[in-house]
């Protein structure tokens, strides 16, 4: 039976529950990371609003600063679009590419035009959706911290690491096994990994669930 690490909480990984069923895989599922919401202000002039992690519409409905039902919402990817519309908010712009932030940058900056644009984030984010944004049209807040809540895992056949923070916390007491293959959430973990002298055996471009799902059946049936 194969072993299969990966670093989301099942309860956020949907789709995935139906295919984990019907293996007979060993999946561990939890992620590496906590979060705690921080104070912040509200910008006071804004005409878009940009989610790169479902967190931030987490801990913006929480500070009860801002309805997000009447804000022109934009979004990193396809996955977080999806988590947006559960919770029950409508999506104006997703990225096409969610696993290379630095294309979605340019992407959204040439549908933002020259409108402003509001990005909630963690004390950690890398902040690479605003590389192409100019500083007059930019209010970026961190609104939310990141806590490393890193423990001990047993060797897997397959690691799925899903963030920079996740990997760092991995890393806090653990080694990946010399043969186990390895799959980076996008080219910021890739990334992250490689500071570790770990190189991906698979990147996901888009960033979906689905894209993870082909990947762990190819392995299954190499």
């Known amino acids: 039976m194969k072993t299969i690490f990966i670093s989301k909480n099942i309860s956020e990984l949907d789709e995935l529950g139906d295919f984990t069923a019907k293996l007979d895989f060993q999946f561990d599922c939890q992620s590496l990371i906590r979060f705690s919401p921080t104070k912040f202000e509200l910008p006071l002039d804004f005409d878009v609003v940009f989610i790169s992690s479902i967190r931030s519409v987490q801990f913006l409905e929480e500070s009860s600063q801002i309805d997000l039902a009447s804000c022109t919402i934009a979004c990193v990817g396809h996955q977080t679009s999806y988590r947006i519309h559960k919770m029950g908010y409508k999506t104006s712009f997703v990225g096409s590419n969610a696993g290379n932030p ?17 990005i909630p984030h963690s004390n950690l984010s890398l902040r690479s959706i605003e590389t192409s944004i100019p500083k007059r049209q930019l209010r970026s807040v961190a609104i939310y911290e990141t806590i490393l809540n890193g423990v001990k895992i047993d060797p897997k056949d397959i690691y799925v690491f899903t963030s920079p923070s996740n990997v760092d916390a991995f890393h806090m007491y653990n080694k990946l096994p010399f043969k186990a293959i390895i799959i980076a959430w996008g080219n910021s973990t890739r990334a992250a990994l490689e500071k570790y002298a770990t190189e991906s055996h698979f990147v996901l471009e888009q960033g979906t669930l689905e894209e993870l799902i082909l990947i762990l059946n190819s392995l299954i049936k190499s």
């Open 102 to 118: 630095l294309a979605v940058s340019k992407e959204f900056c040439d549908w933002l035009g020259t409108r402003t644009v509001f």
